[in-house]
Protein backbone atom coordinates (compact mmCIF):
# COMPACT_ATOMS: atom_id res chain seq x y z
CA UNK A 1 0.00 0.00 0.00
CA UNK A 2 1.13 3.45 -0.09
CA UNK A 3 3.41 4.80 2.23
CA UNK A 4 3.84 7.86 4.32
CA UNK A 5 7.95 8.60 5.10
CA UNK A 6 7.73 10.31 8.86
CA UNK A 7 11.31 11.49 10.14
CA UNK A 8 12.70 11.99 12.36
CA UNK A 9 11.87 8.14 13.73
CA UNK A 10 12.81 9.39 17.30
CA UNK A 11 14.02 13.26 19.21
CA UNK A 12 15.93 13.56 22.49
CA UNK A 13 15.48 17.26 23.38
CA UNK A 14 15.95 19.41 26.07
CA UNK A 15 12.45 21.40 27.56
CA UNK A 16 12.16 24.88 25.84
CA UNK A 17 13.47 23.73 22.72
CA UNK A 18 11.40 23.83 19.09
CA UNK A 19 10.58 20.23 17.55
CA UNK A 20 10.21 20.00 13.82
CA UNK A 21 9.25 16.63 12.22
CA UNK A 22 7.78 16.09 8.50
CA UNK A 23 5.65 13.34 6.39
CA UNK A 24 6.45 13.37 2.62
CA UNK A 25 5.24 11.10 -0.07
CA UNK A 26 5.61 10.23 -3.63
CA UNK A 27 1.96 10.29 -3.77
CA UNK A 28 -0.59 13.59 -3.51
CA UNK A 29 -3.11 13.42 -0.79
CA UNK A 30 -5.86 15.95 0.13
CA UNK A 31 -5.94 15.96 3.49
CA UNK A 32 -3.07 16.14 5.92
CA UNK A 33 -3.98 15.38 9.58
CA UNK A 34 -1.24 15.59 12.45
CA UNK A 35 -2.12 12.93 15.60
CA UNK A 36 -0.54 12.50 18.94
CA UNK A 37 -0.12 8.95 21.20
CA UNK A 38 0.79 8.62 24.63
CA UNK A 39 1.21 5.42 25.91
CA UNK A 40 -1.65 3.31 26.88
CA UNK A 41 -4.25 5.69 25.07
CA UNK A 42 -5.29 5.98 21.35
CA UNK A 43 -3.76 8.90 18.87
CA UNK A 44 -5.73 12.57 19.88
CA UNK A 45 -6.07 14.99 17.13
CA UNK A 46 -4.00 17.46 16.82
CA UNK A 47 -4.29 19.44 13.37
CA UNK A 48 -6.25 18.87 10.45
CA UNK A 49 -4.89 20.86 7.06
CA UNK A 50 -7.59 20.54 3.89
CA UNK A 51 -5.55 22.98 1.26
CA UNK A 52 -2.18 23.15 -0.16
CA UNK A 53 -0.08 25.79 1.65
CA UNK A 54 -2.40 26.06 4.41
CA UNK A 55 -0.21 27.01 7.85
CA UNK A 56 -2.61 26.46 10.62
CA UNK A 57 -1.48 26.54 14.60
CA UNK A 58 -2.90 24.90 17.91
CA UNK A 59 -1.54 27.00 20.57
CA UNK A 60 2.29 25.72 20.14
CA UNK A 61 1.59 23.58 17.40
CA UNK A 62 2.13 24.71 13.98
CA UNK A 63 1.22 22.70 10.59
CA UNK A 64 1.74 23.05 7.37
CA UNK A 65 0.44 21.45 4.11
CA UNK A 66 2.58 21.25 1.54
CA UNK A 67 2.02 23.28 -1.84
CA UNK A 68 3.02 20.06 -3.94
CA UNK A 69 0.47 18.52 -1.51
CA UNK A 70 2.94 15.14 -0.95
CA UNK A 71 4.11 16.47 2.43
CA UNK A 72 3.53 18.12 5.57
CA UNK A 73 5.17 19.46 8.86
CA UNK A 74 4.37 19.58 12.28
CA UNK A 75 6.20 22.03 14.90
CA UNK A 76 6.22 22.35 18.12
CA UNK A 77 7.65 25.47 20.08
CA UNK A 78 9.20 25.92 23.50
CA UNK A 79 8.98 22.22 24.08
CA UNK A 80 7.60 21.42 27.46
CA UNK A 81 7.75 17.62 29.32
CA UNK A 82 4.35 16.74 28.67
CA UNK A 83 4.96 17.04 24.90
CA UNK A 84 6.29 13.67 25.23
CA UNK A 85 4.57 11.20 23.26
CA UNK A 86 4.57 9.48 19.35
CA UNK A 87 3.32 12.28 16.82
CA UNK A 88 1.88 10.46 13.59
CA UNK A 89 1.04 11.99 10.27
CA UNK A 90 -1.88 10.69 8.42
CA UNK A 91 -3.01 11.38 4.83
CA UNK A 92 -6.24 11.43 3.33
CA UNK A 93 -6.17 10.27 -0.55
CA UNK A 94 -8.38 8.92 -3.35
CA UNK A 95 -7.29 5.81 -5.04
CA UNK A 96 -9.46 4.14 -7.75
CA UNK A 97 -12.51 6.20 -6.60
CA UNK A 98 -12.14 4.97 -2.89
CA UNK A 99 -10.94 7.29 -0.10
CA UNK A 100 -7.88 5.57 1.77
CA UNK A 101 -6.34 7.09 5.23
CA UNK A 102 -2.64 6.33 5.31
CA UNK A 103 -0.30 6.85 8.58
CA UNK A 104 3.50 7.59 8.85
CA UNK A 105 5.54 5.43 11.49
CA UNK A 106 5.48 7.96 14.02
CA UNK A 107 7.88 10.39 15.83
CA UNK A 108 9.02 9.50 18.99
CA UNK A 109 9.42 12.55 21.20
CA UNK A 110 11.23 12.57 24.11
CA UNK A 111 11.77 15.69 26.51
CA UNK A 112 14.39 16.19 29.14
CA UNK A 113 13.56 18.47 31.89
CA UNK B 1 -19.00 14.00 26.37
CA UNK B 2 -18.26 10.18 26.62
CA UNK B 3 -15.39 9.23 24.29
CA UNK B 4 -15.17 6.15 21.88
CA UNK B 5 -15.33 3.21 24.64
CA UNK B 6 -13.54 0.22 23.90
CA UNK B 7 -13.82 -3.44 25.85
CA UNK B 8 -11.86 -5.47 26.89
CA UNK B 9 -8.49 -2.90 27.36
CA UNK B 10 -6.48 -6.01 27.61
CA UNK B 11 -7.24 -9.65 26.15
CA UNK B 12 -4.60 -12.38 26.85
CA UNK B 13 -5.93 -16.08 24.97
CA UNK B 14 -4.23 -19.10 23.51
CA UNK B 15 -3.63 -19.35 19.61
CA UNK B 16 -7.04 -20.72 18.14
CA UNK B 17 -9.28 -19.32 20.38
CA UNK B 18 -11.89 -17.43 19.44
CA UNK B 19 -11.38 -13.54 19.62
CA UNK B 20 -14.22 -10.50 20.30
CA UNK B 21 -13.37 -6.86 20.45
CA UNK B 22 -16.26 -4.49 21.11
CA UNK B 23 -16.76 -0.84 20.36
CA UNK B 24 -19.05 1.86 21.09
CA UNK B 25 -18.88 4.95 19.04
CA UNK B 26 -19.44 8.74 20.21
CA UNK B 27 -23.16 9.10 19.90
CA UNK B 28 -24.00 11.15 16.79
CA UNK B 29 -21.01 10.23 15.12
CA UNK B 30 -21.82 7.79 11.64
CA UNK B 31 -18.47 6.35 10.87
CA UNK B 32 -16.35 3.66 12.29
CA UNK B 33 -12.78 2.39 12.32
CA UNK B 34 -11.11 -0.15 13.31
CA UNK B 35 -7.40 -0.09 13.37
CA UNK B 36 -4.48 -2.28 14.35
CA UNK B 37 -1.40 -0.92 15.91
CA UNK B 38 2.30 -2.87 15.79
CA UNK B 39 5.86 -1.53 16.25
CA UNK B 40 6.52 -3.10 12.73
CA UNK B 41 3.78 -1.74 10.51
CA UNK B 42 2.41 1.19 12.53
CA UNK B 43 -1.29 1.81 12.37
CA UNK B 44 -3.33 0.18 9.34
CA UNK B 45 -6.82 0.93 8.58
CA UNK B 46 -8.75 -2.74 8.78
CA UNK B 47 -12.28 -1.55 8.37
CA UNK B 48 -14.68 1.30 8.62
CA UNK B 49 -18.54 1.76 8.35
CA UNK B 50 -20.88 4.29 7.05
CA UNK B 51 -24.26 4.54 8.72
CA UNK B 52 -23.45 0.56 9.81
CA UNK B 53 -22.59 -0.39 6.27
CA UNK B 54 -18.84 -1.60 5.17
CA UNK B 55 -17.54 0.46 3.08
CA UNK B 56 -14.03 -0.59 2.97
CA UNK B 57 -12.52 -3.95 4.55
CA UNK B 58 -9.83 -4.36 1.87
CA UNK B 59 -7.20 -4.27 5.26
CA UNK B 60 -8.73 -7.13 6.99
CA UNK B 61 -5.92 -9.25 6.69
CA UNK B 62 -7.69 -12.08 5.87
CA UNK B 63 -10.83 -14.38 6.55
CA UNK B 64 -10.35 -15.25 10.42
CA UNK B 65 -11.09 -11.74 10.82
CA UNK B 66 -14.46 -10.55 10.92
CA UNK B 67 -15.96 -7.22 11.53
CA UNK B 68 -20.27 -6.13 12.23
CA UNK B 69 -21.85 -3.26 13.06
CA UNK B 70 -25.31 -3.82 13.92
CA UNK B 71 -26.39 -0.76 14.80
CA UNK B 72 -25.13 3.20 15.55
CA UNK B 73 -23.98 2.12 18.55
CA UNK B 74 -21.95 -0.91 18.54
CA UNK B 75 -19.18 -3.11 16.37
CA UNK B 76 -17.54 -5.98 17.00
CA UNK B 77 -13.96 -7.41 15.72
CA UNK B 78 -14.05 -11.03 15.53
CA UNK B 79 -10.80 -13.36 15.20
CA UNK B 80 -11.50 -17.01 14.58
CA UNK B 81 -8.87 -18.99 15.47
CA UNK B 82 -6.85 -16.53 16.56
CA UNK B 83 -3.09 -16.41 16.19
CA UNK B 84 0.41 -15.21 17.69
CA UNK B 85 0.88 -12.55 14.61
CA UNK B 86 -2.36 -11.42 15.50
CA UNK B 87 -0.78 -9.70 18.49
CA UNK B 88 -1.35 -5.82 18.58
CA UNK B 89 -2.88 -3.14 19.79
CA UNK B 90 -6.73 -2.53 18.03
CA UNK B 91 -8.32 0.76 18.19
CA UNK B 92 -11.67 1.75 17.17
CA UNK B 93 -12.23 5.08 15.83
CA UNK B 94 -15.36 7.64 14.98
CA UNK B 95 -16.67 10.42 13.00
CA UNK B 96 -19.07 12.58 11.70
CA UNK B 97 -19.77 12.35 8.16
CA UNK B 98 -18.33 9.81 5.85
CA UNK B 99 -15.09 9.09 4.54
CA UNK B 100 -11.96 10.77 6.13
CA UNK B 101 -12.58 14.31 5.54
CA UNK B 102 -13.74 14.41 9.49
CA UNK B 103 -11.62 14.17 12.30
CA UNK B 104 -11.60 10.66 13.78
CA UNK B 105 -12.00 10.35 17.53
CA UNK B 106 -10.37 7.43 18.84
CA UNK B 107 -11.05 5.21 21.61
CA UNK B 108 -8.19 3.65 24.18
CA UNK B 109 -7.54 0.42 22.38
CA UNK B 110 -7.93 -3.39 23.37
CA UNK B 111 -3.96 -4.42 23.79
CA UNK B 112 -4.36 -8.17 22.49
CA UNK B 113 -1.93 -11.31 23.49
CA UNK B 114 -2.18 -14.37 21.65
CA UNK B 115 -0.19 -16.62 22.90
Known amino acids: GQQLNQSPQSMFIQEGEDVSMNCTSSSIFNTWLWYKQDPGEGPVLLIALYKAGELTSNGRLTAQFGITRKDSFLNISASIPSDVGIYFCAGQQTQGGSEKLVFGKGTKLTVNP | DAGVIQSPRHEVTEMGQEVTLRCKPI?????LFWYRQTMMRGLELLIY????????DSGMPEDRFSAKMPNASFSTLKIQPSEPRDSAVYFC?????????????FGDGTRLSIL
Open chain 2, 49 to 56: FNNNVPID
Open chain 2, 93 to 105: ASSLGSGFNQPQH
Open chain 2, 27 to 31: SGHNS
